[in-house]
């Protein structure tokens, strides 16, 4: 390999962390927000707050890649907020200190597409 194409290849894998950086930023941020206006929806701390962020966009990067589906409620309509309300259901089994009811999950799935759209910046990996 020459010297430009070793310096794009590592500045492609420099760019992909920030961009999975920013997505987990992106995503703390969405979920401290919609945890504060939805009522059933508590996360004790910044750990589990950190936590549940990487589980979600884990869980999100995994339903894309296996079946094309975005689990966001403007993107892929009712199965899209069918899956971010599942997904913030089933986020509670693998974090501590995350609790949430499935009447929290389904409100809370409203109010993360809400934030999520507002939230500036392209989130796709």
Do not use: C
């Not at 589990?48 to 339903?63: E, P």
């Amino acid at each position: 390999m020459s010297n430009t194409q070793t310096q794009t290849s590592e500045s492609q894998g420099t760019n992909t962390v920030w961009q999975i950086i920013g997505r987990l930023v992106a995503a703390a941020v969405v979920l401290a927000i919609t945890a504060f206006f939805t009522p059933g929806f508590q996360i004790n701390n910044i750990w589990s707050l950190a936590i549940a962020a990487v589980v979600l966009t884990l869980l999100d990067y995994l339903i894309i890649k296996f079946t094309g589906l975005h689990a966001s409620p403007f993107g892929k309509g009712f199965v899209g907020f069918a899956l971010a309300a599942i997904i913030l259901y089933v986020t509670q089994f693998f974090v501590a200190g995350y609790t949430i009811s499935w009447m929290a999950a389904i409100i809370g799935a409203l109010i993360y597409g809400v934030v999520d759209y507002f939230i500036p910046g392209n989130q796709e990996m």
